[in-house]
């Protein structure tokens, strides 16, 4: 089944605690991207990946790091978290870059609590 | 100023309403437009493109106005199940996937 698969799906963590949350696909796409939702703030980007070792920062990656080294996976990275970071990060992935027809596949999120 | 505005709601209609919603943005280069659908709790979905002409898919209805730089959803004859919020979505690169920018989302909520 095609899908885009997060971990862990919830955390509770406490302040400068480093934590990874995985993001994996298994759609062979060039695209990988990562977001925040908060309310009333809608979903931001944080970084995404046009390609293998293909990274640039979205609209808020201050706090965060992610690394593509293989195309499947493109982990996100919060090495000393803050509970600024609070939040529910969805992974999202899609086939194609250029011409692109407007399907991202996202994954089904990760709520991030930290103390 | 937010690269793309989206009205706030909540909206509220009966059953067989029609509803519009409106998105703005600030990049007049943006080329490419959509409109993603996010059930609570869920991830979002692609509803559909926004093509410049216009473009319909059954009930729904999208319009591209460009001199004023907003785009619009149209829902005619609401069910029940359209309750979601509404995230329209700007490409700021052409139509090459690179920035994408979210509005904050729509919520509509249909009852009986």
């Given at each position: 089944?095609?899908?885009?698969?997060?971990n862990?799906r919830?955390l509770?963590t406490?302040?400068?605690?480093?934590l990874?949350v995985?993001?994996?696909?298994?759609?062979?796409?060039?695209?990988m991207?990562w977001y925040?939702?908060?309310?009333?703030?809608g979903?931001?980007?944080?970084y995404?990946?046009?390609?293998?070792?293909?990274?640039d920062?979205?609209?808020?990656?201050?706090g965060y790091?992610?690394?593509?080294?293989?195309k499947?996976?493109?982990?996100?990275?919060?090495e000393?978290?803050s509970?600024n970071?609070?939040?529910?990060y969805?992974?999202?992935?899609s086939?194609?870059v250029?011409g692109?027809?407007?399907?991202?596949f996202?994954?089904?999120g990760?709520?991030?609590?930290?103390? | 100023?937010?690269?793309?505005e989206?009205?706030?709601?909540?909206f509220?209609?009966p059953?067989?309403?029609?509803?519009?919603?409106?998105?703005t943005?600030?990049?007049s280069?943006?080329?490419?437009?959509f409109?993603?659908r996010q059930?609570?709790?869920?991830e979002?979905k692609?509803?559909?493109s926004v093509y410049s002409?216009?473009?319909?898919?059954?009930?729904?209805?999208a319009?591209?106005?460009?001199?004023s730089?907003?785009?619009?959803?149209?829902?005619?004859?609401?069910?029940?199940?359209d309750?979601?919020?509404?995230?329209c979505?700007?490409?700021?690169r052409?139509?090459?996937?690179?920035r994408?920018?979210?509005?904050?989302g729509?919520?509509?909520?249909?009852?009986?």
């Amino acid at each position: 089944e095609a899908q885009v698969t997060q971990n862990p799906r919830y955390l509770i963590t406490v302040t400068g605690k480093k934590l990874t949350v995985t993001c994996s696909q298994n759609m062979n796409h060039e695209y990988m991207s990562w977001y925040r939702q908060d309310p009333g703030l809608g979903l931001r980007q944080i970084y995404y990946s046009m390609n293998v070792e293909v990274t640039d920062k979205g609209d808020v990656p201050e706090g965060y790091k992610v690394s593509r080294k293989e195309k499947r996976n493109f982990p996100l990275i919060l090495e000393s978290p803050s509970p600024n970071q609070t939040s529910l990060y969805f992974c999202a992935s899609s086939f194609r870059v250029a011409g692109w027809t407007g399907e991202l596949f996202f994954g089904e999120g990760s709520r991030l609590t930290v103390l | 100023r937010k690269e793309v505005e989206q009205d706030p709601g909540p909206f509220n209609v009966p059953e067989g309403a029609t509803v519009a919603f409106n998105c703005t943005y600030s990049n007049s280069a943006s080329q490419s437009f959509f409109w993603y659908r996010q059930d609570c709790r869920k991830e979002p979905k692609l509803l559909m493109s926004v093509y410049s002409s216009g473009n319909e898919d059954g009930r729904f209805t999208a319009q591209l106005n460009r001199a004023s730089q907003y785009i619009s959803l149209l829902i005619r004859d609401s069910k029940l199940s359209d309750s979601a919020t509404y995230l329209c979505v700007v490409v700021d690169r052409g139509s090459t996937l690179g920035r994408l920018y979210f509005g904050r989302g729509t919520q509509l909520t249909v009852w009986p």
